[in-house]
């Protein structure tokens, strides 16, 4: 959800629809960040990181032209973030393009925008209406 290099920094998780920048912590790490909060903390408040769950899906604008080259992008992409281990000291968030390819979340240039699409995945989607449909099962059929 939060690079564990954010584990100090106050955080709250991010809403579908929101829009993010990915910004350089006072740790040195890089994380998002809700973009009108951004400068905020710099003259009075705490800084706030914003975690996203795996499996979420993020859109990118306005990506450079050098990550396109480099990734075979486009200006927009639709990417799903992704947490490669809970491996303790390790950068661990990702977000995995639709090409396959994936890029830590350290590596995109900050300003970076992302836009939160939805918080779950389709497994998870699939997963609760699976679970919604045998618990009517049940009901209409009374079996427990």
């Known amino acids: 959800m939060c690079d564990y290099s954010l584990a100090g920094i106050r955080n709250r998780l ?17 994380g998002l960040a809700s973009p009108t909060r951004r400068r905020a903390w710099l003259w009075f408040a705490k ?25 075979g992008l486009g200006a927009i992409e639709e990417v799903t ?10 950068y661990r968030d990702v977000v995995r393009f639709n090409n396959g390819r994936e ?21 998870d989607l699939e997963e609760k209406e699976h679970q919604k449909l045998e618990e009517e099962y049940h009901r209409i059929f009374g079996l427990r």
Not at 81 to 90: D, E, I
Request: with cysteine; aromatic share 6%.
């Open 103 to 123: 890029a830590l979340l350290q590596k995109l240039p900050c300003g970076q925008q992302v836009d939160v699409l939805c918080l779950s995945s389709d497994d």
């Open 47 to 71: 800084e706030c990181a914003v975690c996203v769950p795996p499996g979420a899906r993020l859109l990118l604008r306005d990506i450079p032209q050098g990550l396109q080259r480099q990734f």
């Open 14 to 30: 991010a809403v579908e629809g929101e829009q993010l920048v990915v910004q350089r912590f006072s740790t040195g790490a890089q």
């Open 81 to 90: 973030f992704v947490q490669l281990s809970t491996t303790a000291y390790q």
